[in-house]
């Protein structure tokens, strides 16, 4: 099973403007060959249909614990996307109604590269890539074999950080910015462990090919603050008391990959301490002209103290 918490795995800044085209670049990260959900739904079922779990129990941790944290990835980009769409943060703009809107005041929307991440989905994010193709099952791959699906994961791992890096030097909104900083130093992480996990059970020193591809997050700005706090060298369990098993992978004497800041490899119980989600602003004009929002605050208001 699954525990939710209501926070994004790290900070994100405001956007300092309403950017749907760095929206849609960043969707690549999450509906894209190589992206969050492709990540996610590949270690999901993994993890679900893992054979002779309890006799493999550090590789099957290793997966599990890995697939909790692709879902809040999913969750990060999806708030990386919606927060473009949107703007920056401004309270109470949503506390009127939409006014006239004869005059078409959302005309360039019609223009921008996904227009239907306006007109289908308000601005929010949804699994499709950077052009609006729909993500499917069939980017999902589970073999039964413990070999082929780990080297398969390391290779969509690589792959993944060489899309981050394409976004990122697409993008200049300090939001998507963020998002691609971070996702660079965490899919690094796991193209490193799936490499060790391949290196425990064959014998072979993959890690010796790493970095794949040869991404040097040190001469990334965005990158600095997880190395220094060592991100790159932690796992999360992401579970109260479970997954602890996978420091027989990520762990025992294994050190940080050679071009980043030293230092042994560990597992952390539990989950990052994470930052906080952004209260995103609603547009009455544009997704419900004739809406009393004050009634509905009203309401949403009684609602929250009958629950305390």
């Not at 550090?58 to 927060?83: C, D, K, Q, R, W």
């Not at 499709?128 to 069939?138: A, F, I, L, Q, T």
């Not at 910015?177 to 992480?189: F, K, Q």
């Not at 064959?202 to 991404?215: Q, S």
């Amino acid at each position: 099973m699954f525990l939710r918490v209501d926070k994004l795995q790290v900070e994100l800044p405001a956007p300092t403007k309403q950017d749907p085209n760095a929206g849609a670049a960043l969707q690549e990260l999450l509906g894209g060959k190589y992206g969050e959900m492709s990540t996610l739904g590949n270690y999901l079922f993994q993890s679900f249909n893992f054979r002779s779990k309890s006799k493999l129990r550090p590789f099957y941790s290793l997966v599990a614990a890995i697939t909790a944290e692709e879902l809040g990835h999913v969750e990060l980009v999806s708030n990386g996307v919606a927060m473009l769409n949107n703007g920056p943060d401004t309270p109470g703009a949503d506390e009127g109604d939409g006014g006239d809107i004869s005059g078409t005041p959302f005309a360039t929307m019609k223009d921008i590269r996904s227009a239907a991440s306006f007109f289908s989905h308000a601005g929010g994010a949804v699994p499709v890539n950077s052009n609006s193709m729909s993500w499917n099952v069939d980017m999902v791959t589970t073999t039964g074999n413990v070999v082929m699906d780990l080297l398969h994961n390391f290779h969509l791992e690589c792959g993944a950080r060489l899309h981050k890096l394409r976004v990122y030097e697409t993008v200049s909104d300090p939001t998507a910015r963020e998002v691609c900083g971070y996702l660079l130093v965490r899919g690094s992480v796991h193209a490193h462990a799936y490499a060790l996990a391949l290196k425990k059970i064959t014998g072979v020193d993959i890690e010796k090919m790493l970095p794949v591809p040869n991404i040097p997050t040190g001469n990334i700005p965005e990158c600095q603050k997880y190395l220094a706090e060592g991100s790159h060298r932690r796992l999360y369990t992401f579970s109260p008391s479970d997954y602890k098993d996978m420091a027989g992978v990520w762990g025992n004497g294994e050190m940080a990959l050679p071009d980043d800041p030293p230092g042994e490899l560990e597992v952390v119980d539990g989950m990052p301490d994470g930052g906080k989600i952004h209260d995103l602003t609603g547009i009455p004009s544009a997704f419900a002209p004739d809406y009393a929002p004050e009634e509905m605050y009203e309401i949403a208001t009684k609602l929250w103290k009958a629950s305390r």
